[in-house]
């Protein structure tokens, strides 16, 4: 394909070209079509405020071709030619198209996994006809309207342009070599409303379609799933940024945000399921902690990966049923930047198998009842049946009512301690947990729960998926009456056993308040026996984790 292709492919489109430059002419009719190919890639064209982008997949948006342009300056227009593979890009300045186009003269761009070229236009405005009814007109569709409002109202922001000298800022070092490392090539990830676990294949699966992903490291600070990404270039970095937060990687939940690190390189010394360097798989997969995966600090203060969030570990294939690494994972769907809808869309399909059965083992057989089990799994799933083994009494079996719940609860209580004792969970082996026939001992070790008034999200999209948290010391107290006082609620836990490090009402509700524990083990043990406690005659407190501290 050829330079005057795609000036006729603008024509037919409808597309006013203004003032256009002399145009290209094809080589030589011997000249073979490798040669031609390559001449052709080497030259970029004369300056120009258009941008000619080539090779573009044919599922691309024009929010996606926006995104290219954006860390350079403002753009003004946009234009995909469906089912031709190209597209133009309007800078709103041709300082702003210079920088971009070499930038990646000398750094290919990709689009959805594919390599893209970016080149000058002959045009040098792009300006639509509506009298050609097949004209791709996308700056006046809702669609393109919203995408290059939101571009602007970002470069507005965050003042993206790059003007004078923008070229020689971002043109990449060593005649097109990597930049390993630099402001704002680390990026800061937070995962907000994390009902399915999210791992580091994953996480590698979706941002790898905005550039090379060269180092990831996982963990966990302030009571939730983080995630620093580290791209060879800021063009990279901000791309992925502009299109993925607030993005949610599974339907209504697991939100990305996403801001910089103040990291310039991650050093990553284990590839494993925390940490990854793409540049160096010979690396050990030894099970470093987060000092010694990361040079820069990040600090240990609010449990830098802690198991909770990473005990699925390598045997994450076995459970999901899918392969990692992106191989066996559903297609990631486009995404359309808007402003009015930022996170509508998943990125991905949940790989989650149908297991609802958990088996739990290392339990303190003196403390632990079916109760107690069905209050604290209670916090991740509605609990369907618990089962205490009658020859193993230290292990269960508990059913919960959707396979995800099985998955949170294990995500979040695997090396949980209760009752002074370590409790592993994992998937079983068993579909569902049987009640015992008449006549078979059992000693009320087994409990039916399916009809219990307690279960948490038994209503269809109920909030409390949006408050579920890792075990903290800090317990969320809700349902609490006017009458009650926090001298009555601080009673009822001393009555209990438990000793109240600090108390606060919420100040805009007061039937709600946060009471600190001195530790996780024993805000563990007063949610298990405070949670349902009764407070006045049609009042029972409703007890959770906080990620809050007071």
Known sequence: MVKRGSDELLSQS??????????????????????????????????????????????????????????????????????????FLEMAEEISA????????????????????????????????QTHSNAVIFLQSASAQAALQAAQAISNSAGAALVAGAGAALQPANGGTEIQGGPNTVLRVIIEHMLYPIVLDVLYSIFQRYG?????????????????????????????????????????CCTLRIDYSKM????????????????????????????????????????????????????????????????????????????????????AAPPLPLATVLLVSN??????????????????????????LYNKKDSALIQMAEPHQAHLAMTHMDKLRVFGKAMRVMLSKHQTVQLPKEG?????LTRDYSQSPLHRFKKPGSKNYQNIYPPSATLHLSNIPATV????????????????????FFPKDRKMALV???????????????????????????????????
């Open 440 to 444: 078979q001992p059992d000693a009320g």
């Open 264 to 347: 310039t390189c991650l050093n990553v010394k284990y590839n494993n399921d925390k940490s990854r360097d793409y540049t160096n798989p010979t690396l050990p997969s030894g099970d470093g902690d987060a000092h010694q995966l990361l040079t820069n600090g990040i600090s240990a203060g609010g449990g830098v990966l802690a198991p909770q969030f990473l005990g699925l570990g390598s045997g994450l294939a076995s459970p999901y049923g899918v392969g990692v690494g992106g191989v066996g994972l559903p297609a990631f769907g486009a995404l359309t930047l808007t402003p009015a809808s930022p996170a509508l869309r998943a990125l």
């Open 485 to 504: 006082s926090e001298d009555d609620i601080k009673e009822a836990f001393t009555k209990r056993g438990f000793t109240i490090k600090a108390f606060k």
């Open 516 to 550: 600190q524990l001195p530790s996780i083990d024993d805000a563990v043990a007063a949610l298990i026996k405070m949670h349902n406690y009764q407070l006045s005659e049609s009042n029972h407190l409703r007890v959770s984790f906080s990620k809050s501290s007071i």
């Open 363 to 388: 339990l303190n057989e003196e403390m632990v009842t079916p109760d107690a089990l069905f209050t604290l799994f209670g916090v991740y799933g509605d609990v369907q049946r618990v089962k205490i």
């Open 212 to 252: 090379k992903v060269l180092k990831i490291v996982t963990f966990t600070k302030n009571n939730s799933f983080q995630a620093l990404i580290q791209y060879p270039d800021t063009v990279s970095a901000q791309t992925a940024k502009t299109a993925l937060d607030g993005q949610n990687i599974y339907n209504g």
């Open 14 to 87: 409808g597309v006013t070209v203004m003032a256009p430059a002399a145009p290209h002419h094809a080589d030589n009719n011997n000249q073979d079509s490798a040669a031609k190919k390559v001449k052709l890639e080497q030259n970029v064209g004369k300056p120009s405020r258009v941008i000619h982008i080539r090779n573009i997949p044919n599922e691309t948006t024009e929010a996606e071709i926006i995104q290219l342009g954006l860390p350079f300056g403002r753009v003004t227009n946009v234009l995909v030619l469906k089912g031709k593979n190209q597209a």
């Open 98 to 129: 210079v920088a971009m186009v070499a930038y990646f003269g000398g750094c290919v761009a990709q689009l959805r996994g594919r390599a893209v070229y970016v080149q000058f236009s002959n045009h040098k405005e792009l300006k639509t006809d």
